[in-house]
Each structure stands twice: as C-alpha cells, then as structure tokens.
Nanobody, 115 residues
Framework: VQLQASGGGLVQPGGSLRLSCAAS????????MGWYRQAPGKQRELVAV???????NYADSVEGRFTISRDNAKNTVYLQMNSLKPEDTAVYYC??????????WGQGTLVTVSS
C-alpha cells in the first residue's frame, strides 16, 4: 500500500485544515486507516483511526475537534481539523494497517498553528 498525504500548512489558532491521504496499491488489504502526529522533540502519537467497520477512535486531545472520514470511491481518508491550537503543531502522518499486521506510512505533512 502506498500513501500520499497532503493538506498541511500554516493556520492561525482557532482555524481549520483538512488533511487528505490517498491510498493506492493493495487497498483491499487495508483493515484500519489512521492519522498520527509527531511534534518536535516528542514521540509519534495516535490522532484518529477509522476501521473497516466504520468505527472511529480519537486521542483525548482532539476529541470533538477533529473528524476522520473516508471516501471509498477516491480511496482517500481525510482528517478535518477544527478549532486548531498551537499544541496541534506537528508533522501528521497517515497510516494503513492491513489485516495481516503490515503497516504502511505516508510521507508526512506539516501542520503549523501559529499567529
């Protein structure tokens, strides 16, 4: 599975951004799609995941502000981020987890929340 993330950029606190992750290759094998982020000097952390059964899970820090969704026709997963805070600044990575446990990562897209 190949993943191409896009949509990052500079936004003011309180603003919104939508990240996209386009998947190609062995898409049929994907069981879970997710977004992770890594801030400077910190470990990569889970932001949101979306299972093939449409169940979602969010980090406590983004619950109610971020929404993960997918467009099956476009093989794309989105992360709608609202009410952004400076602490949301990070490189955001999309991830695809296959049923056999194989994990694929996108290249990362930088989100900077600053006035």
């Amino acid at each position: 599975v190949q993943l191409q993330a896009s949509g990052g950029g500079l936004v003011q606190p309180g603003g919104s951004l939508r990240l996209s992750c386009a998947a190609s290759g062995s898409i049929f094998s994907i069981n879970v799609m997710g977004w992770y982020r890594q801030a400077p000097g910190k470990q990569r952390e889970l932001v949101a995941v979306l299972g093939s059964n449409s169940r979602t899970n969010y980090a406590d820090s983004v619950e109610g502000r971020f929404t993960i969704s997918r467009d099956n026709a476009k093989n794309t997963v989105y992360l709608q981020m609202n009410s952004l805070k400076p602490e949301d600044t990070a490189v955001y990575y999309c991830n695809a987890l296959a049923a056999n446990g194989f994990s694929s990562w996108g290249q990362g897209t930088l989100v900077t929340v600053s006035s």
